[in-house]
T-cell receptor, first 113, second 116 residues
Framework: AQSVTQLGSHVSVSEGALVLLRCNYSSSVPPYLFWYVQYPNQGLQLLLKYTTGATLVKGINGFEAEFKKSETSFHLTKPSAHMSDAAEYFC???????????FGKGTKLSVKP | GAVVSQHPSWVICKSGTSVKIECRSLDFQATTMFWYRQFPKQSLMLMATSNEGSKATYEQGVEKDKFLINHASLTLSTLTVTSAHPEDSSFYIC????????????FGEGSRLTVL
């Protein structure tokens, strides 16, 4: 069965600092991996995804993530945090046969001025 | 722009009443839609998979008689919370896959249900 573990329920960084949100997955099949962002009382917006091919994927708003099969990881990074990056971030892996996603518990990112 | 629209965004109801939430795919047909529930400061838990033209598939522990799902057309799925109680208060989010290859889901804006 597929599962996702996000280390750290809350990460706080200063504006301009590196953002690193950790995600490890477990999957019995080659995974499709996703990072979504959620602002308060809103749905989820896709940041980036890995399906096949290049293991370093770039997404919106300057975020990127690297798929490391040997480490079963898909950590999300951004070189320089902006105040507008403050939100909840969810890592997800493709789940059941009908295409649903399995989500991690989420990491709340706070950005200090 | 949004490709999945959910309505209403907010709803407050009295205990014992029923509430219907609509989820529409805006520019594509969705034979499958997923309904998730999100508790405060927690992750999204899949409640059920809505299938156009057939019965929904519910996850273990989800009461199908309480959470009625109807996928009446290729662009509309509805979730009805019947005889709502305060413990049903939550954030409900629908989603739909667009395309079969990447597995990406598009999410509605979510519906905040508060049962008094």
């Amino acid at each position: 069965a597929q599962s996702v573990t996000q280390l750290g329920s809350h990460v706080s960084v200063s504006e301009g600092a590196l953002v690193l949100l950790r995600c490890n997955y477990s999957s019995s099949v080659p995974p499709y991996l996703f990072w979504y962002v959620q602002y308060p009382n809103q749905g989820l917006q896709l940041l980036l995804k890995y399906t096949t091919g290049a293991t370093l994927v770039k997404g919106i708003n300057g975020f990127e993530a690297e798929f490391k099969k040997s480490e079963t990881s898909f950590h999300l990074t951004k070189p320089s945090a902006h105040m507008s990056d403050a939100a909840e971030y969810f890592c997800a892996v493709t789940g059941g046969s009908q295409g649903n996603l399995i989500f991690g518990k989420g990491t709340k990112l706070s950005v200090k001025p | 722009g949004a490709v999945v629209s959910q309505h209403p965004s907010w709803v407050i109801c009295k205990s014992g009443t029923s509430v219907k939430i609509e989820c529409r795919s805006l520019d594509f047909q969705a034979t499958t839609m997923f309904w998730y529930r999100q508790f405060p400061k927690q992750s999204l838990m899949l409640m059920a998979t809505s299938n156009e033209g057939s019965k929904a598939t519910y996850e273990q522990g989800v009461e199908k008689d309480k959470f009625l799902i109807n996928h009446a057309s290729l662009t509309l799925s509805t979730l009805t919370v019947t005889s709502a109680h305060p413990e049903d208060s939550s954030f409900y989010i629908c989603s739909a896959p667009k395309g079969l290859v990447t597995g990406e889901l598009f999410f509605g804006e979510g519906s905040r249900l508060t049962v008094l």
